[in-house]
């Protein structure tokens, strides 16, 4: 079954304080691991894809980074405005399947 | 600006009504997709589409139809036949073929009274 399961559901972290989240997923016929965040009430904004283990991409205090069951986005001295939900999703010829998500919460 | 637009942003809908959410890009791409969001669990696929007047069924078909007559646009119809509709729906677009990113739209919230 293809299945995409994202740890921990939820995570506060104070401002400043770097933590990782995680994203596993079933191997076979990958095409792409993804990662987006989502604002309360908005569409899901893309970050980063990901196509081969080893591979890494950054952006400002985020780091993605792949092996060949799972992807951690790390978040380094995040900032309040970090605060969102971040999905990953892996490709499958031309679909994608989604997480449910971690929602991060950066408390001042 | 190149983006995706999903009219109306709320919509409100009596049991046993149709109702159709807009989608329109102008990203010049070719694949578009209809998700499904619900509390607590991830996007859901509806229907795709990866070239004009086609389209593929996805996970969570039923109750939903589309069209795809224009490359810019795919209207998604939620029908009587749709147990739950209530939900956040939100459209996609990528470049067709493998390892292509999707962009998504603001999303519509439908809320059926």
């Known amino acids: 079954e293809d299945q995409v399961t994202q740890s921990p559901e939820a995570l506060r972290l104070q401002e400043g304080e770097s933590s990782s989240l995680n994203c596993s997923y079933t191997?076979?016929?990958?095409?792409?691991l993804f990662w987006y965040r989502q604002d309360p009430g908005k569409g899901p904004e893309f970050l980063f894809t990901?196509?081969?283990a080893g591979e890494e991409k950054e952006k400002e205090r985020l780091k993605a980074t792949l092996t060949k069951k799972e992807s951690f986005l790390h978040i380094t001295a995040p900032k309040p405005e970090d605060s969102a939900t971040y999905l990953c999703?892996?490709?499958?010829?031309?679909?994608?399947?989604f997480g449910t998500g971690t929602r991060l919460t950066i408390i001042p | 600006d190149g983006g995706i637009t999903q009219s109306p942003k709320y919509l409100f809908r009596k049991e046993g009504q149709n109702v159709t959410l807009s989608c329109e890009q102008n990203l010049n791409h070719d694949a578009m997709y209809w998700y499904r969001q619900d509390p607590g669990q991830g996007l859901r696929l509806i229907y795709y589409?990866?070239?004009?007047?086609?389209?593929q069924k996805g996970d969570i078909a039923e109750g939903y139809s589309v069209s795809r007559e224009k490359k810019e646009s795919f209207p998604l119809t939620v029908t009587s036949a749709q147990k739950n509709p209530t939900a956040f729906y939100l459209c996609?677009?990528?470049?067709?073929?493998?390892?292509?990113?999707?962009?998504f739209g603001p999303g519509t919230r439908l809320t059926v009274l």
């Open positions: 999703a892996r490709g499958i010829r031309e679909k994608l399947t």
């Open positions: 191997v076979s016929g990958l095409r792409g």
């Open positions: 990901l196509y081969s």
């Open positions: 996609a677009s990528s470049n067709s073929g493998d390892y292509n990113e999707q962009f």
């Open positions: 589409s990866q070239i004009v007047n086609d389209f």
